[in-house]
């Protein structure tokens, strides 16, 4: 019943710029932390970003402070990851995830609801 739907991954270089999204439905989004998440092959899967329910707050791992922006719109339905100065290392399969807490979550398991993911590489 409750799908999230990632978009926006592609091909880029190194110093670039992409824009995921993620649609939602099924859900009372309003309801709902939502954060980023990002994972390669051989490693665990990497908190990225979270956003609370009313865009109150935000929250960044600390490797990309300064070049990600998180933002939703609740009217939408929509949770969005501003990526730029890209880097080899930020090439990963994102993910877009709801947790039903209503404080900072940063730990998969604390998520509800996940994306299929949406492959982001970024060329050296």
């Known amino acids: 019943q409750v799908q999230l739907v990632e978009s926006g991954g592609g091909l880029v270089q190194a110093g670039g710029s992409l824009r995921l999204s993620c649609a939602a439905s099924?859900?009372?989004?309003?309801?709902?932390?939502m954060g980023w998440f990002r994972q390669t092959p051989g490693k665990e899967r990497e908190f990225v970003a979270a956003?609370?329910?009313?865009?109150?707050?935000?929250h960044y791992v600390e490797s990309v402070k300064g070049r990600f922006t998180i933002s939703r719109d609740n009217a939408k339905n929509t949770v969005s990851l501003q990526m730029n100065s890209l880097k080899p290392e930020d090439t990963a399969v994102y993910f877009c995830?709801?947790?039903?807490?209503?404080?900072?979550?940063?730990?998969?398991?604390?998520?509800?609801?996940w994306g299929l993911g949406t492959q982001v590489t970024v060329s050296s």
């Open positions: 995830a709801a947790t039903g807490l209503s404080y900072l979550a940063t730990t998969s398991d604390r998520y509800l609801y």
């Open positions: 099924g859900l009372a989004f309003s309801a709902y932390v």
């Open positions: 956003i609370a329910w009313n865009a109150a707050w935000t």
